[in-house]
Protein backbone atom coordinates (compact mmCIF):
# COMPACT_ATOMS: atom_id res chain seq x y z
CA UNK A 1 0.00 0.00 0.00
CA UNK A 2 1.50 3.36 -0.69
CA UNK A 3 1.66 5.41 1.83
CA UNK A 4 -0.35 8.66 2.12
CA UNK A 5 -2.63 10.93 4.19
CA UNK A 6 -5.77 9.98 2.37
CA UNK A 7 -5.03 6.68 1.94
CA UNK A 8 -4.83 6.35 6.08
CA UNK A 9 -7.69 8.51 6.15
CA UNK A 10 -9.51 6.30 4.68
CA UNK A 11 -8.12 3.05 6.09
CA UNK A 12 -11.46 1.00 6.85
CA UNK A 13 -10.51 0.22 10.30
CA UNK A 14 -12.17 -2.93 12.06
CA UNK A 15 -15.18 -3.46 14.04
CA UNK A 16 -14.55 -5.26 17.06
CA UNK A 17 -17.02 -7.08 20.05
CA UNK A 18 -16.54 -7.86 23.46
CA UNK A 19 -18.26 -9.22 26.35
CA UNK A 20 -16.57 -7.87 29.40
CA UNK A 21 -17.08 -10.69 32.07
CA UNK A 22 -16.13 -9.87 35.69
CA UNK A 23 -12.92 -11.39 35.72
CA UNK A 24 -11.52 -9.43 32.43
CA UNK A 25 -12.73 -6.43 34.62
CA UNK A 26 -10.53 -7.77 37.98
CA UNK A 27 -7.32 -8.08 35.83
CA UNK A 28 -7.75 -4.32 34.16
CA UNK A 29 -8.40 -3.30 37.61
CA UNK A 30 -5.54 -4.98 39.38
CA UNK A 31 -3.45 -3.73 36.73
CA UNK A 32 -3.22 0.13 36.85
CA UNK A 33 -3.07 -0.13 40.77
CA UNK A 34 -6.76 -0.88 42.12
CA UNK A 35 -6.36 -3.28 45.09
CA UNK A 36 -2.75 -2.24 46.28
CA UNK A 37 -4.40 -2.34 49.87
CA UNK A 38 -6.24 -5.10 50.24
CA UNK A 39 -8.01 -4.21 53.30
CA UNK A 40 -9.27 -1.16 51.80
CA UNK A 41 -13.25 -1.65 51.13
CA UNK A 42 -13.13 1.43 48.83
CA UNK A 43 -11.13 -0.13 46.23
CA UNK A 44 -12.38 -3.76 47.10
CA UNK A 45 -15.31 -3.21 45.27
CA UNK A 46 -13.21 -2.79 41.89
CA UNK A 47 -11.38 -6.36 42.64
CA UNK A 48 -13.69 -8.56 43.97
CA UNK A 49 -16.98 -9.51 42.17
CA UNK A 50 -19.02 -8.84 45.27
CA UNK A 51 -20.55 -5.32 44.20
CA UNK A 52 -17.89 -5.53 41.83
CA UNK A 53 -18.04 -1.75 40.44
CA UNK A 54 -15.53 -1.41 37.05
CA UNK A 55 -12.78 0.73 37.23
CA UNK A 56 -13.81 4.30 34.83
CA UNK A 57 -11.04 4.01 32.29
CA UNK A 58 -11.73 0.04 31.86
CA UNK A 59 -13.30 1.39 28.79
CA UNK A 60 -9.56 1.48 27.28
CA UNK A 61 -9.63 -2.32 26.43
CA UNK A 62 -13.07 -3.32 25.14
CA UNK A 63 -13.52 -4.34 21.98
CA UNK A 64 -10.28 -2.72 20.77
CA UNK A 65 -9.83 -3.23 17.11
CA UNK A 66 -5.79 -4.07 17.63
CA UNK A 67 -2.65 -2.91 15.99
CA UNK A 68 -4.66 -2.17 12.72
CA UNK A 69 -1.98 0.48 11.79
CA UNK A 70 0.63 -2.03 10.62
CA UNK A 71 -1.61 -2.76 7.96
CA UNK A 72 -1.47 1.12 6.23
CA UNK A 73 2.64 0.95 6.26
CA UNK A 74 3.48 3.06 8.90
CA UNK A 75 6.54 2.32 10.60
CA UNK A 76 4.96 0.31 13.32
CA UNK A 77 8.47 -0.53 14.97
CA UNK A 78 9.09 3.54 15.97
CA UNK A 79 5.17 3.87 16.50
CA UNK A 80 3.84 4.93 19.85
CA UNK A 81 1.16 6.50 21.90
CA UNK A 82 1.16 10.28 21.63
CA UNK A 83 -2.06 11.07 23.33
CA UNK A 84 -5.44 9.80 24.24
CA UNK A 85 -8.78 10.64 25.40
CA UNK A 86 -11.41 9.17 27.14
CA UNK A 87 -15.73 10.18 27.18
CA UNK A 88 -17.37 8.03 29.64
CA UNK A 89 -20.84 7.66 29.08
CA UNK A 90 -22.00 4.86 31.78
CA UNK A 91 -19.73 2.45 33.10
CA UNK A 92 -18.40 -0.57 31.06
CA UNK A 93 -21.47 -2.91 31.70
CA UNK A 94 -20.67 -6.80 32.45
CA UNK A 95 -21.33 -9.99 30.57
CA UNK A 96 -23.38 -7.67 27.84
CA UNK A 97 -22.19 -7.70 24.21
CA UNK A 98 -20.21 -4.60 23.14
CA UNK A 99 -19.11 -3.72 19.73
CA UNK A 100 -16.64 -0.59 18.91
CA UNK A 101 -16.86 1.23 15.61
CA UNK A 102 -13.80 3.69 14.48
CA UNK A 103 -12.59 5.86 12.33
CA UNK A 104 -9.72 7.62 11.43
CA UNK A 105 -9.76 11.87 11.94
CA UNK A 106 -6.83 13.32 10.93
CA UNK A 107 -2.66 13.16 9.73
CA UNK A 108 -0.59 15.90 10.71
CA UNK A 109 2.12 15.31 8.75
CA UNK A 110 5.33 17.19 9.95
CA UNK A 111 7.34 16.46 7.30
CA UNK A 112 10.24 13.81 5.73
CA UNK A 113 11.96 12.58 8.17
CA UNK A 114 9.53 14.17 10.83
CA UNK A 115 7.03 11.89 11.38
CA UNK A 116 3.31 12.15 11.19
CA UNK A 117 0.44 12.41 13.58
CA UNK A 118 -2.87 10.42 13.22
CA UNK A 119 -5.80 10.68 15.28
CA UNK A 120 -8.29 8.11 15.22
CA UNK A 121 -12.16 7.87 17.33
CA UNK A 122 -13.38 4.48 18.93
CA UNK A 123 -17.31 4.60 19.43
CA UNK A 124 -17.90 1.67 22.20
CA UNK A 125 -21.85 0.68 22.10
CA UNK A 126 -24.24 -1.81 23.30
CA UNK A 127 -25.25 -4.61 20.31
CA UNK A 128 -28.55 -5.07 21.15
CA UNK A 129 -29.84 -1.41 21.55
CA UNK A 130 -26.43 0.59 20.47
CA UNK A 131 -26.39 2.69 24.02
CA UNK A 132 -23.54 4.16 24.02
CA UNK A 133 -20.68 2.97 26.71
CA UNK A 134 -17.66 5.65 25.56
CA UNK A 135 -15.95 7.15 23.08
CA UNK A 136 -12.42 7.48 22.65
CA UNK A 137 -10.00 9.24 20.50
CA UNK A 138 -6.55 8.44 20.50
CA UNK A 139 -3.33 10.03 18.84
CA UNK A 140 -0.45 8.07 17.52
CA UNK A 141 3.30 9.52 16.47
CA UNK A 142 4.41 8.09 13.57
CA UNK A 143 7.94 8.49 14.40
CA UNK A 144 9.29 6.88 11.38
CA UNK A 145 7.32 8.36 8.99
CA UNK A 146 6.08 11.60 7.27
CA UNK A 147 6.12 13.37 4.72
CA UNK A 148 3.06 11.79 2.88
CA UNK A 149 0.91 15.01 3.45
CA UNK A 150 -2.03 16.18 5.56
CA UNK A 151 -5.79 14.97 6.14
CA UNK A 152 -8.71 15.44 7.90
CA UNK A 153 -9.00 17.74 10.80
CA UNK A 154 -7.16 16.75 14.04
CA UNK A 155 -8.52 17.27 18.01
CA UNK A 156 -8.32 20.60 19.34
CA UNK A 157 -5.16 20.93 21.51
CA UNK A 158 -5.16 19.96 25.22
CA UNK A 159 -4.61 23.02 27.52
CA UNK A 160 -1.48 23.37 29.37
CA UNK A 161 -1.68 22.60 33.58
CA UNK A 162 -2.08 25.92 35.79
CA UNK A 163 1.35 27.25 37.07
CA UNK A 164 0.78 27.59 40.16
CA UNK A 165 1.19 25.15 42.67
CA UNK A 166 -0.60 21.65 42.51
CA UNK A 167 -3.60 21.60 44.93
CA UNK A 168 -3.29 18.00 45.14
CA UNK A 169 -0.86 15.41 45.32
CA UNK A 170 -0.08 11.36 45.34
CA UNK A 171 2.83 9.17 44.83
CA UNK A 172 1.90 5.86 42.84
CA UNK A 173 4.33 3.50 42.70
CA UNK A 174 4.82 1.56 39.56
CA UNK A 175 5.33 -2.44 40.02
CA UNK A 176 8.74 -3.96 38.22
CA UNK A 177 6.24 -6.18 36.60
CA UNK A 178 3.45 -3.89 35.65
CA UNK A 179 3.53 -4.34 31.56
CA UNK A 180 3.91 -8.28 31.84
CA UNK A 181 0.47 -8.01 33.97
CA UNK A 182 -1.16 -4.90 31.50
CA UNK A 183 -0.07 -6.66 28.25
CA UNK A 184 -3.04 -9.35 29.42
CA UNK A 185 -5.62 -7.09 29.25
CA UNK A 186 -4.85 -7.58 25.11
CA UNK A 187 -1.97 -4.93 24.27
CA UNK A 188 0.79 -7.56 23.21
CA UNK A 189 2.87 -5.13 21.80
CA UNK A 190 6.84 -6.94 22.62
CA UNK A 191 7.84 -2.91 22.78
CA UNK A 192 6.45 -3.27 26.61
CA UNK A 193 8.56 -6.41 27.76
CA UNK A 194 11.46 -7.31 25.06
CA UNK A 195 14.64 -5.62 25.15
CA UNK A 196 15.34 -6.53 21.56
CA UNK A 197 11.80 -5.16 20.54
CA UNK A 198 12.30 -2.37 22.75
CA UNK A 199 15.39 -1.04 21.27
CA UNK A 200 14.45 -1.31 16.96
CA UNK A 201 11.93 0.78 18.97
CA UNK A 202 14.57 3.37 20.35
CA UNK A 203 14.48 2.73 23.66
CA UNK A 204 17.28 1.21 25.81
CA UNK A 205 14.80 -1.13 27.63
CA UNK A 206 10.61 -1.55 27.59
CA UNK A 207 8.78 0.83 28.56
CA UNK A 208 5.51 0.79 30.45
CA UNK A 209 2.27 0.65 27.70
CA UNK A 210 0.70 4.29 27.69
CA UNK A 211 -2.84 3.25 28.56
CA UNK A 212 -1.17 1.59 31.97
CA UNK A 213 0.43 5.21 33.23
CA UNK A 214 -3.04 6.21 31.79
CA UNK A 215 -5.07 4.30 34.08
CA UNK A 216 -2.46 4.74 37.00
CA UNK A 217 -3.23 8.04 36.53
CA UNK A 218 -7.06 7.51 36.37
CA UNK A 219 -6.60 5.46 39.75
CA UNK A 220 -4.74 8.25 41.22
CA UNK A 221 -7.23 10.73 40.64
CA UNK A 222 -9.80 8.88 42.66
CA UNK A 223 -7.89 7.88 45.18
CA UNK A 224 -6.83 11.86 46.28
CA UNK A 225 -10.55 12.64 45.75
CA UNK A 226 -12.51 9.90 47.24
CA UNK A 227 -12.38 6.31 45.44
CA UNK A 228 -16.26 6.06 45.81
CA UNK A 229 -16.54 8.97 43.37
CA UNK A 230 -15.19 6.62 40.35
CA UNK A 231 -18.73 6.00 38.70
CA UNK A 232 -18.82 9.68 38.56
CA UNK A 233 -15.45 10.24 36.41
CA UNK A 234 -16.82 10.81 33.48
CA UNK A 235 -13.91 12.44 30.93
CA UNK A 236 -10.08 11.91 31.31
CA UNK A 237 -7.50 13.16 28.92
CA UNK A 238 -3.53 13.74 28.58
CA UNK A 239 -0.74 13.52 26.52
CA UNK A 240 1.87 10.95 26.58
CA UNK A 241 5.05 13.47 27.13
CA UNK A 242 8.06 10.91 28.02
CA UNK A 243 8.07 7.35 28.59
CA UNK A 244 7.77 5.69 31.54
CA UNK A 245 9.36 2.29 32.76
CA UNK A 246 8.47 -0.43 35.25
CA UNK A 247 9.56 0.17 38.48
CA UNK A 248 9.16 3.99 38.65
CA UNK A 249 7.10 6.05 41.02
CA UNK A 250 4.45 8.85 39.01
CA UNK A 251 3.66 11.41 41.36
CA UNK A 252 0.49 12.93 40.19
CA UNK A 253 -0.05 16.41 40.67
CA UNK A 254 -3.52 18.28 40.57
CA UNK A 255 -5.24 21.39 40.14
CA UNK A 256 -9.05 21.42 41.09
CA UNK A 257 -11.73 23.90 40.11
CA UNK A 258 -14.74 22.46 40.89
CA UNK A 259 -16.48 19.04 38.93
CA UNK A 260 -12.83 19.87 36.78
CA UNK A 261 -9.45 18.41 37.35
CA UNK A 262 -6.39 19.74 35.70
CA UNK A 263 -2.94 17.12 36.33
CA UNK A 264 -0.36 16.00 35.06
CA UNK A 265 2.17 13.00 35.76
CA UNK A 266 5.82 13.26 37.01
CA UNK A 267 9.15 10.67 37.87
CA UNK A 268 11.10 12.87 40.00
CA UNK A 269 13.59 10.59 40.24
CA UNK A 270 14.61 11.81 36.26
CA UNK A 271 13.51 14.89 36.52
CA UNK A 272 10.49 13.72 33.52
CA UNK A 273 7.15 14.94 33.26
CA UNK A 274 5.28 11.68 31.69
CA UNK A 275 2.18 12.69 31.59
CA UNK A 276 1.04 16.18 30.58
CA UNK A 277 -1.90 18.97 29.62
CA UNK A 278 -3.87 16.06 31.86
CA UNK A 279 -7.56 16.88 32.78
CA UNK A 280 -10.51 14.84 34.20
CA UNK A 281 -14.13 15.66 34.77
CA UNK A 282 -16.78 14.78 37.64
CA UNK A 283 -20.17 14.55 36.30
Not at 262 to 283: E, Q, Y
Request: aromatic share 6%; hydrophobic share 45%; with cysteine.
Amino acid sequence: MTLSAQSILDFPVPQATHVVTARDAILYALSVGYGTNALDEKTLNYVYERDLVTAPTLANIVAHPGPWMQQTGVDWARLVHSEHRLTIHRPVPLDVPLISRSRVLSVVDRGVEKGMFVSFERLIATVDDGEPIATIVQTNACRGDGGCGSAGSAPEPLSKVPERAPDLEINVDIPDNAALLYRLNGDLNPLHVDPRAAGKSGFDRPILHGLCSFGYAGYAIVAAIDPSLASALSAIAARFSAPIFPGETITVQMWRNDAEIRFRGLVASRGAIILDNGMARLS
